[in-house]
């Protein structure tokens, strides 16, 4: 029973060996694995840094490019805002010009009136006959009814009709 017991004790040592030769080894395994994950996180840190800077560098440039759009829109709309007031003044000034003209033609009318109003007849009749219909009646058409008649009564007939006809219009 003594040897029974004593190789028991010789088997248990020896499994005890080898059950620690393979602790060991897996110790051995896991420390090698252990080196390797921690490069392995090493390099994802690494590769997270990075990554934070190019995300950081992006919202900048993307801060600087959308205040450099705020700054070009801000440029257009004061010129816009520039174009319509000149045009806005533009418009004024033609339509102030457009009332002087206005002005001018009809003092300009009604000194030819005038001048017509004071000549004869015959010497009126023979002068609106050498222009064209449109003058002639706008001529005609500032004097009063009266001197129309003598006027148009000493021109050609055709003329006449013709005149009269754009007169009526």
């Not at 801060?63 to 174009?83: G, H, Y």
Request: charged residues 35%; glycine residues 0%.
């Amino acid at each position: 029973m003594k040897i029974f017991i004593l190789l028991h004790l010789l088997l248990a040592s020896l499994l005890s060996l080898e059950t620690s030769d393979k602790l060991f080894e897996c110790t051995e395994i896991f420390k090698e694995r252990k080196s390797e994950l921690l490069v392995e996180l090493e390099r994802i840190d690494e590769q997270k840094q990075a990554l934070s800077a190019l995300q950081i560098a992006t919202e900048e440039l993307l801060r600087k490019k959308e205040s450099r759009l705020n700054e070009k829109e801000e440029v257009i709309d004061k010129k816009l805002f520039e174009i319509k007031e000149k045009e806005s003044s533009i418009k004024q000034m033609l339509s102030k010009n457009e009332e002087i003209l206005t002005e001018i033609k009809s003092i300009k009318m009604n000194k030819i009136a005038q001048t017509f109003a004071k000549m004869k007849d015959a010497s009126a009749a023979a002068i609106l006959s050498d222009m064209n219909n449109e003058e002639a009646a706008e001529i005609l058409s500032s004097l009063n009814p009266k001197n129309v008649g003598k006027i148009l009564s000493k021109m050609d007939a055709k003329k006449a009709s013709d005149l009269t006809l754009l007169l009526a219009k």
